[in-house]
C-alpha cells in the first residue's frame, strides 16, 4: 500500500536556522506529492505541492523537490522565523484519490 | 472565495450518545472527503464524495459511522452511539481538481 514516512517531532530551532523536515514515501505507481501546514487553532493548508520527479514545489521561502530515485521530499528553508511553528505533513496522492499523511512533525522556532 | 464551512468546532459527548457534524464545501467542488485526525497522527479517510456519490468508504466504520451528501452539497457524519476511541478532529475537504482545501474540524471529545 500508499504510506509516508517523516521525520519525527517535536523540531526546536532558533531563529533564522536552516529547516530541514524529511519525507520518504511509498507508493504503487507515480504520485502527487504535498506538504501541508497546520497552524495552531487552523485548519490545514497546502504549503507547496510537486506533481511528478525532479519538480520542486516552493511557497514562502520553503522548498521540496519530488526525487523518484530516493522516493523523497524533504521540505526546507534557509531561514526560519517564529512565525512558521507549526505542523507540517508530508502527503501524496494518486489520482483522484485519497490524501496518505505522515504523522506530522511539530517545529518550534524560538526567538 | 469562502473556505470550506464545519459546525461545530468543538462538541463534547459522554459515551454512547449519538453527535453529528456538518460540512459546506467550497462552491462548485464536486469531491468531497471526511477525515479523522487523531492526536499526534495525520489525517486518514473515511469517506469520500464524487457529487452525492460515495466512492470510497472503506474506511468508515459501517456499525456505527454514517454520512450523506444530499444533492451533491452540503455533508453530514454521523456518529451513533460514540465511543472513547472517537475522540478526535474531523476533518472535511473538497477539491475541483487535485487540489484539497480543508476545513478547520470539529473536534470531538467523548467523555
Known amino acids: 500500500g500508499n504510506s509516508v514516512t517523516q521525520m519525527e517531532g517535536p523540531v526546536t530551532l532558533s531563529e533564522e536556522a536552516f529547516l530541514t523536515i524529511n519525507c520518504t514515501y511509498t507508493?504503487?505507481?507515480?504520485?502527487?506529492l504535498f506538504w501541508y501546514v497546520q497552524y495552531p487553532g487552523e485548519g490545514l493548508q497546502l504549503l507547496l505541492k510537486a506533481t511528478k520527479a525532479d519538480d520542486k514545489g516552493s511557497n514562502k521561502g520553503f522548498e521540496a523537490t519530488y526525487r523518484k530515485e530516493t522516493t523523497s521530499f524533504h521540505l526546507e528553508k534557509g531561514s526560519v522565523q517564529v512565525s512558521d511553528s507549526a505542523v507540517y505533513f508530508c502527503a501524496l496522492k494518486l489520482g483522484n484519490e485519497k490524501l496518505t499523511f505522515g504523522t506530522g512533525t511539530r517545529l518550534t522556532i524560538i526567538p | 472565495e469562502a473556505g470550506v464551512v464545519q459546525s461545530p468546532r468543538y462538541k463534547i459527548i459522554e459515551k454512547k450518545q449519538p453527535v453529528a457534524f456538518w460540512c459546506n464545501p467550497i462552491s462548485g467542488h464536486n469531491t468531497l472527503y471526511w477525515y479523522r485526525q487523531n492526536l499526534g497522527q495525520g489525517p486518514e479517510l473515511l469517506i469520500r464524495?464524487?457529487?452525492?456519490?460515495?466512492?470510497?468508504d472503506s474506511q468508515l466504520p459501517k456499525d456505527r459511522f454514517s454520512a450523506e451528501r444530499l444533492k451533491g452539497v452540503d455533508s453530514t457524519l454521523k456518529i451513533q452511539p460514540a465511543e472513547l476511541g472517537d475522540s478526535a478532529v474531523y476533518l472535511c475537504?473538497?477539491?475541483?481538481?487535485?487540489?484539497?482545501?480543508f476545513g478547520p474540524g470539529t473536534r470531538l471529545t467523548v467523555t
Open positions: 475537504a473538497s477539491s475541483s481538481y487535485h487540489e484539497q482545501y
Open positions: 464524495y464524487e457529487n452525492e456519490e460515495a466512492v470510497d
Open positions: 507508493a504503487t505507481g507515480y504520485p502527487s
